[in-house]
């Protein structure tokens, strides 16, 4: 369905319900679940990010989440 839907609009919705689906997962302690849409959700974004772009901030927000609750070191980058 994601990949299909055309309208921006569905795209933003489809996005936000995902993001809130991997934060209920990351939540309950299914990090790696939580990780799975996380990384499936990007894999697939290669169309107008512009307009997409508040909600792919909440997505990669709650990727560093999952990452902190998970304890993995990659949610603190290193210069």
Do not use: C
Request: aromatic share 16%; charged share 25%.
């Amino acid at each position: 369905m994601y990949e299909q839907s055309t309208n921006a609009d569905t795209h933003i919705r489809i996005l936000n319900n995902l993001t809130i689906t991997a934060k209920y997962f990351s939540e309950l302690g299914y990090y790696a679940k939580a990780d799975e849409i996380i990384k499936k959700v990007k894999d697939l974004q290669t169309f107008e990010r512009g307009y997409l772009s508040t909600a792919l901030m909440f997505l990669e927000v709650e990727h560093i989440y999952d990452q902190f609750r998970w304890n993995k070191p990659e949610a603190i980058p290193f210069g």
